[in-house]
């Protein structure tokens, strides 16, 4: 811990630190950092807006940050909200636990730290309890159990943010529809432009840059509110631009591929089939002698 100004801790592993009880060295603004341990930070009062997306948003009850090891973040500089927990442990001591195969499923340690899981005062007693839970265990004496029990209840820690992170989803759905409006815009300015003959398919990553949030929150948040991924949702829209062009215009199937971003037609028939059950040719041969008028213009 001596890049982050504190002393070593007890445990080579683990550990725990408090932060109104540290002398915290603040950082440079729009420094650089990484940490070879996860660490799960619970600051239980935030001062002023926190930036979220484009946007910036007051929250005063707290919350919670998660970082992989490795990860990349940048500092701002003002320290002024610190009041709580910071909880940092290497993937060994998770090893050979079945923590060590689930953690990788929790998405929320590939969030960025303005992604952050905001809290419900009973929410924040929870997650404050358990912080404490952790706390005394390592205050304890040492004993064959100990790694045992200082695991699970990391573990039940994570499992608690789980169901607060599905709980953000669904009670900031307008933070998050706005999210989802520029998504459906920014698709539909993509495919309307010309863009998908010059960088193909539009992707994730392209996506997410766009809206300023990662690819892992785009993606649960998407989950949460429509029930498919990033990828999934994209495929949606591709399809839905599809029918337009097969029921509208004259463009061959191959052209309406190029058009959309595909290389090659083949991908392009073998989605839209996949997705519609029928071939792009079929879909078109469907709205065939469907208009209301015959070809000469008068009616039957």
């Known amino acids: ?12 592993l683990i ?15 729009e420094q650089k950092i990484a940490v070879d341990f996860y660490k799960i930070s619970f600051k239980t009062r935030f001062n002023g807006q926190v930036k979220y997306g484009q946007g910036h948003y007051d929250f005063e009850e707290g919350g919670l940050a998660f970082l992989r090891p490795k990860q990349m973040v940048t500092t701002s500089g003002d320290e002024r909200s610190y ?6 442990f290497h993937v060994d001591f998770i090893r050979n636990y079945p923590l060590q195969q689930t953690i990788s499923q929790y998405g929320f340690f590939s969030y960025s730290v303005s992604e952050a899981l905001f809290l419900s005062a009973r929410e924040k ?11 005394a265990e390592l205050n304890n004496s040492a004993d064959p159990y100990s790694q045992d029990v200082l695991v699970s209840q990391i573990a039940l820690l994570l499992s608690y943010s789980n169901r607060f992170y599905n709980r953000q989803f669904i009670t900031r759905k307008v933070i998050s529809n706005e999210i989802l409006t520029r998504l459906d815009d920014i698709l539909e300015n993509y495919f309307n432009d010309g863009t998908p003959l010059k960088k193909g398919l539009p992707g994730v990553q392209h996506i997410s840059a766009q809206l300023n949030v990662s690819q892992r929150y785009l993606s649960d948040m998407l989950q949460s509110l429509t ?9 949606e829209k591709l399809i839905d631009k599809a029918k337009e062009k097969l029921s509208g215009t004259l463009l061959s199937i191959s052209e309406i591929a190029y058009e959309l971003g595909f290389e090659h037609p083949q991908s392009f028939n073998k989605l839209f089939k996949l997705k519609v059950k029928l071939s792009p040719s079929e879909y078109r041969a469907s709205f065939i002698y469907k208009a209301p008028f015959p070809a000469n213009g008068h009616g039957t």
């Open 15 to 29: 550990a725990l630190f408090t932060y109104d009880d540290m002398a915290l060295i603040p950082f440079e603004e």
């Open 227 to 235: 029930g498919c991924n990033t990828q999934q949702y994209i495929h």
């Open 83 to 88: 009041e709580g927990f910071s909880l940092f």
């Open 125 to 135: 007693q929870i997650i404050s309890d358990l912080f404490r839970s952790i706390e």
């Open 1 to 12: 811990m001596h890049h982050l100004h504190q002393p070593a801790p007890v445990h080579p």
